[in-house]
């Protein structure tokens, strides 16, 4: 049977810290709605049929 995969990531002090406040409040910036238009438009034209 296969051996579960283990996680190695493990965030301390600072990074945690912000790891933690951009879950709570995400910021979304221009360039990403944007490449999330795209990716919806290359989806529709190849996959969904």
Do not use: C
Request: hydrophobic share 35%; aromatic share 12%; no cysteine.
């Amino acid at each position: 049977m296969a051996k579960p995969i283990e996680l190695g990531l493990i965030l301390e002090g600072e990074d945690a810290k912000r790891f933690w406040e951009d879950r709570k409040n995400p910021k979304v910036t221009k360039e990403q709605i944007e490449m999330f238009k795209e990716a919806k438009q290359i989806y529709k034209t190849y996959f969904k049929h």
